[in-house]
């Protein structure tokens, strides 16, 4: 329990601090663009290797197959009906896109800690950190320029990472005497939502951002993910 809430502190933490950096602080556009494709690079990786590729090879590749799958359908239909809603601008979309990513990724890091000790979750843990730093800056900085007062802005924020904090909790306690074909299924939809959220909201900012080196920050994202994978022994 004291991992779970640790771990749990450290990546929804990384939403107040992003938030707090995109209302008081500032970064060159460029360089932003680049910490998001870096972030999108190992999460990308981490959800591969510590959730897809876990659950082929302790339940089947269709269970993997069906996870991915759903997560990324139900994903992209959520996130179309907020484009729809909150329209592409005032952060508004943002901050409900990264709740509804954020979601999946915080059960997927609850589940992902059933059972594991030590450092087993790194990887996955540090990504999600990573994605949550540059996502939360920009979301607030265009909820600032929309007109809300810092106070209103950063209480949201606050909230959001009230509620991926509890369904990493959930994730982890409710789920514990799943079977191993379920939890499969789940870890995979999760990392089906990631994905498609990478290809949607991720990858086109940071192109958006920081043009063609865009490319080189996303490959420097993977090798940071597998030397956070091998610090887990993984």
């Known amino acids: 329990m004291l991992m779970l809430l640790a771990v749990v502190l450290v990546v929804s933490g990384a939403l107040v601090v992003g938030a707090a950096w995109g209302i008081y602080g500032r970064l060159p556009e460029r360089v932003e663009g680049f910490l998001v494709a870096l972030a999108g690079g190992a999460l990308l990786v981490s959800v591969t290797s510590e959730l897809i590729e876990p659950s082929i090879a302790r339940a089947s590749v269709y269970h993997a197959i069906a996870g991915v799958a759903a997560g990324a359908v139900t994903f992209a239909i959520c996130d179309y009906l ?6 592409s601008t005032g952060g508004g979309g943002l901050l409900a896109a990264i709740t509804l990513d954020g979601i999946p990724e915080n059960l997927a890091l609850g589940v992902a800690l059933i059972g594991a000790g030590g450092m087993e979750v790194a990887a996955l843990a540090g990504s999600i950190l990573l994605s949550n730093l540059p996502e939360a800056a920009g979301g607030a900085r265009a909820m600032i320029a929309d007109g809300r007062s810092k106070t209103r802005v950063m ?3 606050l909230a959001t990472a009230a509620i991926l904090s509890l369904a990493a909790i959930v994730g982890n306690l409710a789920l514990a005497g799943v079977g191993e074909d379920a939890l499969a299924v789940i870890r995979c939809f999760a990392a089906g939502a ?3 959220s990478l290809a949607t909201e ?9 043009r063609h080196w865009a490319g080189i920050a996303t490959a420097l994202g993977v090798i940071l993910a597998f030397w956070l994978g091998s610090l887990a022994g993984g």
């Open 155 to 157: 209480l949201l924020w």
């Open 194 to 196: 990631v994905v498609a």
């Open 82 to 87: 907020i484009d729809e809603k909150w329209g």
């Open 202 to 210: 991720v990858f086109p900012q940071a192109f958006r951002e920081d």
